[in-house]
């Protein structure tokens, strides 16, 4: 074990998995010599070279392209979508090509594609850097997500990621880059499709996404005092989704608060809350709680971001209503 | 022009240009008799472009395709039997009935998909030129697209990518003068398509897409030029559409006395002309035409009696199951 930065887990990832494979390649803007954006390659180009870490021309649409061409003919691409709302000027290449190339062929290859890109708000990025758009992808078949909260999950979910012989996509949270924890130094590989109960409780389930888990866990303490127990979940990966976990939790708890950073309104927490209401609905002693981003573009004043952000005194006051809740 | 060609390829050009005309002409018949779901695109009067094209290249180069497509599968070897299988929505088709006239492919054939998202599979193509460049295969990868598709930005940005790492692509516009309805002389400001290479410091040509010899001539220099690494190529073969730009489609938009003037430049009849004046038999042209009619049927008669895939088959393919050593090393 050692400490580290989701950051340095995230570049142990791709380090690993560019020795493992010399069909492992990187393509993305700025990614070599300058280390990215969020300077999570820096370094790789000295160690692999500018053939496997390339860098790009500013066109996420010809990465991608060129991403799935790759990946359909024998690589294994990790390319990179610098902030997530970039994918805006690409989707075609992740929605109707890479997510449909194997089913629209019958089967006849695979495409084993990953995309990293860096995901949410809280640094006055402003509206056009600063969405978390996960729901856009979960709902195209064909797509595998996942949304690390912590280091020890950013590396062994994206590790994962390049072996999948699937098209993934995994949502970094840029607020997460510098938090440290321990993780192991040997290579270790989290499956996907298998939510992490963070904190185990009694009264109220929290499903939380990414770095709404940190959010979760604070109010799970600030609710401990209160005598409110809260059971902390992290999905980790939404396609393939462990609803199995979350369900049992609220058979458990008979309460769901579903968080994410995303804005409410056709966000995850809608998709999870149905299928709970679904396969527990005898269960539930108050409605499902979906705590997200109000509707509204990301503003740039700190003061207006966090008026519109979630955090952990959202969570708190979800939790709330679902314990005072009487029909 | 003619002159400059080997017999062989002279003979493989005409085989090819048939078996798309004689294909299309029985799928326009078969789709209006409703034996074919969905809606149909065809290659009528193009057909030059794929056979010139992929003439040049080799069995394991990549190619990949349009909403106009069953013409660069049948140029890339495809077999007739297997596509109309798939036209139809059979099992037995290329893609188990899952992609139909708009999505055939076969990797297998270096054949990467028709693909109905216009201008898409210009940026897909780099990759399979990046995979080429990559393991230093010398493959070489073409991309087929329209005029149309030559205002996207996915054709600028992959003409940009392709050029700055010297990939080894061919960007093939087939400037059919249509994009869907609307005219090429509306759609873009200039005549001729090739001069968007420029831009990206890229070599082009611009050729008469109804002579597959000239088409041929082009693809081989750029095929050429993209093996010895010197880069990607963007070749325009200026060719029309005989056919709506679906069948069922009114053509409201267009003269008929324009589409008359090029059916007198049928790129098949041409090519008949040139192996003849070439001293090649009649009978020589015959038999392969009388071959082509024999695939035909038996691929008609095998469509036909081809199972339909089962529903529970529908969500299969989806992902590919993940491999039990994944997780080692």
């Known amino acids: 074990m050692a400490e580290m930065t989701y950051r340095e887990a995230v570049k142990q990832a791709l380090r690993e998995e560019l020795q493992n494979d010399e069909r492992v390649l990187m393509l993305g803007e700025d990614i070599a010599e300058f280390g990215g954006t969020f300077k999570v390659s820096l370094g790789l180009l000295e160690e692999f070279g500018p053939n496997r870490i390339r860098n790009t021309p500013l066109s996420e649409t010809a990465i991608l392209g060129a991403a799935v061409g790759a990946a359909a003919t024998g690589l294994r691409p990790i390319a990179e979508i610098m902030y997530s709302d970039f994918f805006a000027v690409a989707l075609d290449q992740v929605v109707n090509q890479a997510a449909k190339m194997r089913y629209m062929f019958g089967g006849k290859l695979s495409l084993p594609l990953t995309i990293r890109t860096a995901m949410g708000g809280r640094r006055s990025a402003a509206a056009q850097h600063s969405q978390c758009l996960e729901a856009w992808f979960m709902h195209i078949p064909g797509l595998k997500l996942a949304m690390p909260s912590n280091a020890y999950d950013a590396k062994g979910l994206l590790k994962s990621a390049v072996r999948d012989p699937n098209p993934t996509i995994i949502f970094e949270n840029k607020m997460l880059y510098n938090e440290k924890r321990d993780v192991p130094e ?9 939510a992490h109960i963070v904190r185990k409780g009694t009264d109220v389930t929290v499903v ?5 888990v940190g959010f979760a866990l604070k109010a799970a303490d600030r609710l401990a005092d209160e005598g409110i127990s809260l059971e902390v979940i992290d999905p980790r990966t939404l396609m393939p989704l462990d609803i199995d976990t979350i369900v049992e939790s609220v058979q458990k708890t008979g309460r769901l608060v579903v968080t994410h950073e995303a804005c409410v309104t056709g966000g995850v927490g809608a998709e999870i809350g149905s299928q709970v209401a679904y396969r527990a609905f005898d269960y539930l002693a108050a409605p ?8 509204s573009p990301i503003p740039f004043a700190p003061i207006l971001e966090r008026e519109i952000l979630p955090d952990d005194q959202d969570v708190v006051d979800a939790a709330y209503r679902v314990m005072d809740y009487s029909a | 022009m003619g002159e400059e060609i080997p017999k062989d390829v002279a003979l493989q050009l005409y085989r090819t240009m048939k078996r798309i005309r004689s294909f299309e002409m029985a799928v326009i018949e078969l789709f209006a008799r409703g034996k074919i779901p969905g809606f149909l695109h065809t290659y009528v009067g193009e057909e030059a472009v794929a056979a010139g094209v992929c003439a040049a290249l080799r069995p394991d180069d990549w190619i990949i395709s349009t909403h106009r497509g069953h013409g660069h599968l049948i140029a890339k070897g495809g077999r007739l039997d297997l596509m109309m299988a798939e036209l139809y929505g059979k099992q037995t088709g290329y893609c188990k009935g899952k992609g139909g006239s708009m999505h055939i492919a076969e990797p297998d054939l270096g054949m990467l998909g028709a693909n109905a998202i216009v201008g898409a599979g210009t ?21 087929f697209f329209g005029d149309g598709a030559s205002n996207t930005g996915a054709f600028h940005e992959a003409m940009n990518m392709a050029a700055v790492w010297k990939l080894p692509t061919i960007f093939v516009c087939e400037n059919n003068a249509y994009a869907e309805s609307t005219p090429q002389t509306y759609h873009q400001t200039i005549e001729e398509i090739a001069v968007r290479a420029v831009g990206y410091g890229m070599p082009s040509a611009s050729v008469d897409g109804n002579d597959a010899g000239a088409v041929y001539l082009a693809a081989k220099e750029a ?9 990607p190529t963007l070749v325009e073969a200026k060719t029309y559409r005989i056919r709506g730009h679906y069948e069922g489609d009114p053509q409201i938009y267009r003269p008929k006395e324009e589409v008359e003037a090029w059916e007198k430049k049928c790129p098949v009849e041409h090519w008949r002309t040139v192996l003849l004046d070439r001293g090649i038999s009649g009978d020589t042209i015959e038999e392969i035409d009388s071959q082509i ?23 299969s393919d989806i992902f590919t199951p993940l491999p039990t050593e994944m997780y080692h090393g």
Do not use: C, H
């Open chain 2, 223 to 231: 095929v050429a030029r993209a093996r010895r690494g010197a880069g």
């Open chain 2, 123 to 143: 940026a897909i193509i780099n990759g399979a030129a990046l995979t080429a460049q990559y393991l230093g295969t010398n493959q070489v990868a073409v991309a």
């Open chain 2, 293 to 315: 009619d024999r695939e035909l049927k038996e691929a008609v008669a095998f469509a036909e009696e081809s199972p339909l895939p089962s529903p529970t088959e529908a969500r």
């Open chain 1, 288 to 295: 499902v709680e979906r705590v997200g981003a109000k509707d």
């Open chain 1, 186 to 194: 040997e290579p270790f590989f989290v499956p996907w499709g298998e």
């Open chain 1, 208 to 212: 939380a996404l990414s770095d709404m």
